[in-house]
């Protein structure tokens, strides 16, 4: 059983480009969960979805980053016009349930 | 609101030594979770354990070993006889059961292991 797949593992972006992450949960889950983790910080809480829907997006900037996990395929984190803080790594977990995470490998975004 | 607590920022210690990373947490549910996560140098994190809060009994795997007090809000995690490979980040996380709340971070703790 493949475990939570995220790519890239690494994606270089220029500022103003779009930056997409995309994260496999494992297989029979069905909630998905994005994490930023900043240089040096511990891992902030994002977005959560279950399929189709956004379930709290709290955590979320209210500008150019938005989330989806469509009914096939994985799930998506998108970037809108990078910026130099958007530097970080992001984190996904899949979950059968709530209260218990799995995380991928995470993907470091460099913005340059 | 939750929050996790991990006080110490670095801890060094020479091999074999054992070392104790502090949790502390706050919460208002009455039924929640807590985890201990491993990042090494690669970045990845690593499971270490999930406790929920009806169990109080202390956990022990190998060389680690976990103490849960639901008096103090603490789950302090130990490692006997420390390894150079057990260098790394390690996180302390809280998630509670009501609603759909998400997992939240404490800032971690460094731990570095010298030969």
């Known amino acids: 059983n493949a475990g939570v797949m995220q790519n890239p593992r690494h994606l270089v972006r220029r500022r103003g480009q779009e930056a997409r992450l995309r994260c496999s949960p494992m297989k029979g889950h069905s909630h998905v969960y994005w994490y930023r983790q900043l240089p040096e910080e511990g891992l902030k809480f994002m977005v959560y979805?279950?399929?189709?829907?956004?379930?709290?997006e709290s955590g979320m900037p209210k500008e150019r980053f938005s989330a989806e996990f469509p009914k096939e395929g994985p799930s998506i984190l998108r970037i809108q016009q990078v910026v130099r803080g958007d530097s970080a790594a992001y984190f996904c977990a899949s979950s059968p349930r709530r209260g218990e995470a799995f995380f991928g490998q995470g993907t470091r975004l460099t913005v340059v | 609101a939750q929050k996790v607590t991990q006080a110490q920022t670095e801890i060094s210690v020479v091999e074999k030594e054992d070392v104790t990373l502090d949790c502390v947490y706050e919460t208002r549910d009455t039924t929640y979770y807590l985890f201990w996560y491993k990042q090494p140098p690669s970045g990845e994190l690593v499971f270490l354990i999930r406790?929920?809060?009806?169990?109080?009994q202390n956990e022990i795997s190998g060389r680690y070993s976990w103490n849960f007090q639901k008096s103090t809000s603490s789950f302090n995690f130990t490692i006997t006889a420390s390894q150079v490979v057990d260098s790394a980040v390690y996180f302390c996380?809280?998630?509670?059961?009501?609603?759909?709340?998400?997992?939240?971070f404490g800032k971690g703790t460094r731990l570095s292991v010298i030969a």
């Open positions: 979805l279950q399929k189709e829907n956004i379930i709290d």
């Open positions: 406790r929920n809060s009806f169990d109080e």
């Open positions: 996380a809280l998630s509670g059961n009501s609603g759909n709340t998400p997992l939240v």
